[in-house]
């Protein structure tokens, strides 16, 4: 086999093997996004809920609508199933943000928070936005981020941003849910 030949064998050796990589990135990507709500929901169904009183008392009276601040486009309450407001959800184009119910007490360093929100949701999304960044995927600027905002040991605020797609949201929405209504519920069950 001439020089020139191996040359060329070699071309399109790179050229399937970049063409296969790229499938297969694409193939891992899907199945992580399939994960991720496999994952929400497996949260969601694998934990027993609390016993919650049927008349609650009205501090936990939903307000009639949530006004949406600039530079926000949707605003709505988030509630338990049971109709116990939890918090107000902000949301723009990149980001979240969370603000708790004025009578509700969130304790910061509570396992729903620390080990679940921010443990195996928020910091692996991080984590994931960083290695997209390093791969040139997505720019630095739109790496994920988030902070808590609190007063002592009481949760005030979460804010998310650069959150990203549509499937994105909707998981950390569902993972925000579940982390307040658990924190919520042992509140409930040792009062």
């Known amino acids: 086999m001439s020089e020139e030949e191996t040359v060329k064998k070699l071309a399109e050796a790179k050229a399937y093997l970049e063409k296969r990589i790229s499938e297969l990135e694409g193939e891992i990507s899907r199945l992580r996004s399939f994960l991720g709500a496999v994952d929400v929901t497996l949260t969601e169904k694998s934990f027993k809920r609390a016993e919650v009183p049927k008349t609650l008392p009205p501090p936990f009276a939903m307000p009639p609508t949530v006004p949406a601040p600039s530079p926000y486009q949707q605003a709505y309450p988030l509630k338990t199933v049971t109709g116990v407001y939890l918090a107000d959800v902000y949301v ?17 360093n509570s396992p729903p928070l620390r080990a679940f929100l ?18 040139g995927e997505i720019s630095a600027e739109r790496i994920l981020s988030y902070r808590i905002e609190q007063d002592g040991n009481l949760l005030k605020t979460i804010v998310i941003i650069n959150y990203g797609d549509e499937r994105r949201l909707l998981e950390l929405k569902n993972a925000i849910r579940w982390t307040l209504r658990r924190i919520y519920e042992k509140s409930v069950g040792t009062s």
């Open 118 to 135: 921010i443990g195996r949701v928020l910091e692996p999304m991080q984590t994931k936005d960083r290695e997209y960044a390093r791969t």
């Open 92 to 108: 723009s184009d990149r980001e979240l943000k969370v603000v708790s119910a004025p009578n509700m007490k969130y304790d910061v």
